[in-house]
């Protein structure tokens, strides 16, 4: 009797100890529940979007400063400049001061900073990227600075070292090269060519347009007469693969005559000629009714041709071509400031002309100048 009744209050404890256990546990849940209830609720975020692997990102122009007036300069009596007559399209003269219209801006900017384009043709040279960087280093004229379409070469850094002289080249913008024809040869079906079809017929291997989609017509091509020429030595390096012009490619321009009067003549035998073609910086050669730029495959996409204008008319450059690396590369190139690198005035008015044409303000003048902002 005994050990029943004591197993009856061991049951009847360890049941008063399970609920007590299950009560303690209950009670702990219900505390952690009305805790956690009162925290903020937080949401997940959406995931951050990433570029569809097929997109790339066009660089946006980092132009600094704004404005060419911001542009620190010191004082200088006179900053003369010579070099590249791809340049030419930003000295174009401005009404009503009649002078070009960079150093228009600049003087109005900056009047302590008198910029002088410095002509060779004045002194019986031909202007081009050569004569200004010669001139540089050999001291004619003073320089200040040169300006060039072409990187220097490994004979004119040699020529500066020997003098002890060392030259910066700071670039300011990107150039197309263009080849243009007469307008006839677009109406008899001519559309395009590609990058080895321009290098056979200035090197002479191609001399008839039905060998290329045109009609049966002899092909005449002309070239600036200049060795200084920074166009005509790019064209030949990297069209041409330093191959020879053809026997068969005419001379435009006499030695000593000024940039704008050779352009003038070349656009005007290209015009006035049947089945004719040159080539020269796009932003020289748009807008002109008298002739046609003409649309060039890159040699890995001969099918694929491409105009560096924005319309069938060119009235300007289409900067797209560069970022979209669409256009042939051998026909683009950068430009530059070539600056010597003394320490002293000269090598100061170099860099701020190139800070100048790199400022936002200048990137926009190099645009409306037909060439491509950096």
Same mark, same amino acid.
């Given at each position: 009797?005994r050990?029943?009744?004591?197993? @009856?209050r061991?049951?009847?404890?360890? /049941? &008063?100890?399970?609920?007590?256990?299950?009560?303690?546990?209950?009670?702990?849940?219900?505390i952690?529940?009305?805790g956690?209830?009162?925290?903020?609720?937080?949401?997940?975020?959406?995931?951050?979007?990433?570029p *569809?692997?097929? #997109?790339? =990102?066009?660089?946006?122009?980092?132009?600094r400063?704004?404005? %060419?007036?911001?542009?620190?300069?010191?004082? &200088?009596?006179?900053?003369? +400049?010579?070099?590249? #007559?791809?340049?030419?399209?930003?000295?174009?003269?401005?009404?009503?001061?009649?002078?070009?219209? &960079?150093?228009?801006?600049?003087?109005?900017?900056?009047?302590?900073?008198?910029? $002088?384009?410095?002509?060779?043709a004045?002194?019986?040279?031909? =202007?081009?990227?050569?004569?200004?960087?010669?001139?540089?280093?050999?001291?004619?004229?003073?320089?200040?600075?040169?300006?060039?379409?072409?990187?220097?070469?490994?004979?004119?850094?040699?020529?500066?070292?020997?003098?002890?002289?060392?030259?910066? $080249?700071?670039? %300011?913008?990107?150039?197309?090269?263009?080849?243009?024809? @007469?307008?006839?040869?677009?109406?008899?079906?001519?559309?395009?060519? #590609?990058?080895?079809?321009?290098?056979?017929?200035?090197?002479?291997? %191609?001399?008839?347009?039905?060998?290329?989609?045109?009609?049966?017509?002899?092909i005449?091509?002309?070239?600036?007469?200049?060795?200084?020429?920074?166009?005509?030595?790019? +064209?030949?390096?990297?069209?041409?693969?330093?191959?020879? +012009?053809?026997?068969?490619?005419? *001379?435009?321009?006499?030695? /000593?005559?000024?940039?704008?009067?050779?352009?003038?003549?070349?656009i005007?035998?290209?015009?006035?000629?049947?089945?004719? %073609?040159?080539?020269? #910086?796009?932003?020289?050669?748009?807008?002109?009714?008298?002739?046609?730029?003409?649309?060039?495959?890159?040699?890995?996409?001969?099918k694929?041709?491409?105009?560096?204008?924005?319309?069938?008319?060119?009235?300007?450059?289409?900067?797209?071509?560069?970022?979209?690396?669409?256009?042939?590369?051998?026909?683009?190139?950068?430009?530059?400031?070539?600056?010597?690198?003394?320490?002293g005035?000269?090598?100061?008015?170099?860099?701020?002309?190139?800070?100048?044409?790199?400022?936002?303000?200048? $990137?926009?003048?190099?645009?409306?100048? /037909?060439?491509?902002?950096?």
């Amino acid at each position: 009797m005994r050990n029943r009744n004591t197993k @009856n209050r061991n049951l009847l404890l360890y /049941g &008063i100890m399970a609920s007590c256990l299950t009560l303690f546990i209950f009670v702990l849940l219900f505390i952690q529940l009305k805790g956690k209830s009162r925290e903020p609720k937080i949401y997940p975020t959406a995931p951050t979007p990433t570029p *569809s692997p097929t #997109t790339t =990102p066009i660089k946006k122009n980092s132009c600094r400063p704004d404005e %060419i007036e911001q542009v620190n300069v010191s004082p &200088i009596q006179i900053v003369p +400049f010579a070099g590249s #007559t791809t340049f030419a399209p930003l000295n174009k003269l401005e009404a009503p001061l009649n002078e070009p219209e &960079i150093i228009a801006i600049i003087k109005r900017a900056h009047p302590q900073f008198p910029l $002088q384009y410095i002509d060779p043709a004045k002194y019986g040279e031909t =202007p081009g990227s050569g004569t200004g960087i010669k001139w540089l280093i050999r001291g004619t004229h003073n320089l200040s600075f040169a300006q060039s379409s072409r990187p220097l070469s490994d004979q004119e850094v040699q020529d500066a070292k020997d003098r002890n002289i060392k030259l910066k $080249q700071q670039e %300011i913008a990107y150039d197309l090269v263009a080849i243009y024809i @007469n307008p006839q040869l677009i109406k008899q079906g001519l559309k395009g060519l #590609t990058l080895a079809q321009v290098r056979d017929i200035f090197t002479g291997r %191609i001399t008839n347009w039905k060998d290329v989609g045109g009609p049966y017509l002899k092909i005449a091509p002309f070239r600036r007469n200049s060795a200084d020429s920074g166009t005509v030595k790019f +064209f030949k390096e990297n069209v041409m693969n330093n191959q020879e +012009f053809g026997s068969n490619v005419a *001379s435009v321009g006499q030695k /000593g005559k000024p940039e704008k009067e050779i352009t003038t003549l070349a656009i005007r035998k290209v015009a006035s000629t049947v089945g004719s %073609i040159s080539f020269a #910086t796009a932003s020289e050669v748009i807008n002109q009714d008298t002739i046609r730029i003409l649309p060039i495959a890159k040699e890995d996409t001969p099918k694929n041709i491409v105009s560096p204008c924005t319309d069938e008319s060119c009235k300007a450059v289409d900067t797209n071509v560069i970022a979209n690396q669409v256009y042939p590369e051998q026909l683009t190139r950068k430009l530059f400031v070539v600056i010597k690198q003394d320490g002293g005035q000269d090598e100061n008015a170099g860099q701020a002309y190139a800070n100048m044409l790199k400022s936002c303000e200048g $990137q926009e003048l190099v645009r409306q100048a /037909g060439f491509v902002p950096l």
